[in-house]
């Protein structure tokens, strides 16, 4: 395939090697300099592009949406913090019938740990005695807190026992690519589920795995739907 990758941080960075090494064609890197407001996502740039991956920050990701949507290109993102204005992007999507596959995690063991957090937390529903939190370690460097996937694991839990608030603890220091810990604390024993990535390797192959798999699927997408199908 041929690839936009937007933002050379450190994702786009993990995906645009892990792109070459899988054979695709990098066509373009566009960083943030030459980017303002998606200035540099043209019709031109973008000729001959099978698909664009996206990875800025929460206060660029909206315009690059809409140039790339606008410039009729499948989209995948996994930049966090911007989910008030995914449902005005939906209704651009529709109406270019577009293509865009958002996530806020594009770890496939992530995907398997929500599931399991969501069984967990039914087996956890009607027992006060209980407490249910969660806490979430990234790098220094992310900016959004708490992390996309910690607000994902929230409702999904929630969705198991509505009854339960399960507030966030973040943790912005040191350099943890990310990690997710569901805690139900009591008198007597603690339960914990986990989930640690290794390395930005594990989201770059999932990006990577969503640009392989969207173009020709019209409409706006999740990761979850990618891997998971109608088995919500
Ligand atoms: N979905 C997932 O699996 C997953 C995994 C990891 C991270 N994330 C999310 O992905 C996003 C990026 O993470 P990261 O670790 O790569 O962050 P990062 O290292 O800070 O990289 C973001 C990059 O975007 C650039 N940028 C800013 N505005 C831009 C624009 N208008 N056009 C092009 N580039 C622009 C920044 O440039 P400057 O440095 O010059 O400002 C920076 O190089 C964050 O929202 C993070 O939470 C998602």
Redesign the pocket.
């Known amino acids: 395939m041929r690839l936009a990758i937007?933002?050379?941080?450190?994702?786009?960075?993990?995906v645009a090697e892990l792109a070459e090494e899988r054979g695709h064609v990098v066509h373009a890197v566009?960083?943030?300099?030459?980017?303002?407001?998606?200035a540099?996502?043209t019709p031109e740039l973008l000729a001959g592009v099978d698909a664009a991956i996206?990875?800025?920050?929460?206060?660029?990701?909206v315009?690059?949406l809409e140039r790339l949507i606008e410039a009729g290109v499948p989209t995948v993102?996994?930049?966090?913090?911007?989910s008030s204005e995914l449902p005005r992007i939906a209704r651009l999507v529709e109406a270019r019938r577009g293509a865009l596959l958002?996530?806020?995690?594009?770890?496939v063991g992530?995907h398997l740990f929500l599931r399991a957090a969501r069984d967990l937390a039914a087996r956890f529903a009607g027992r006060p005695e209980f407490d249910g939190f969660i806490l979430e370690e990234?790098?220094a460097?992310?900016?959004?807190a708490p992390?996309?996937?910690a607000v994902v694991l929230r409702a999904q839990l929630r969705r198991s026992d509505p009854a339960r608030e399960f507030p966030i603890t973040s943790i912005r220091a040191g350099a943890f690519?990310?990690t997710h810990v569901v805690t139900y604390d009591a008198t007597h024993d603690t339960v914990a589920l986990t989930h640690v990535?290794r390395s930005?390797r594990?989201?770059?192959a999932?990006?990577l795995a969503a640009a392989e798999w969207l173009p020709g699927r019209a409409g706006v997408h999740d990761?979850e739907a990618m891997l998971f199908g109608g088995d919500q």
Not at 54 to 61: G, H, I, K, W, Y
Not at 102 to 107: G, K, V
């Open positions: 937007v933002g050379n941080g450190r994702m786009g960075r993990a566009v960083g943030r300099q030459e980017n303002a407001g998606g540099a996502l996206e990875f800025t920050r929460p206060d660029a990701v315009a690059n993102t996994g930049t966090t913090g911007w958002h996530a806020a995690n594009f770890s992530v990234h790098h460097g992310k900016v959004d992390s996309g996937t690519p990310g990535a930005r594990g989201f770059a999932g990006a990761f």
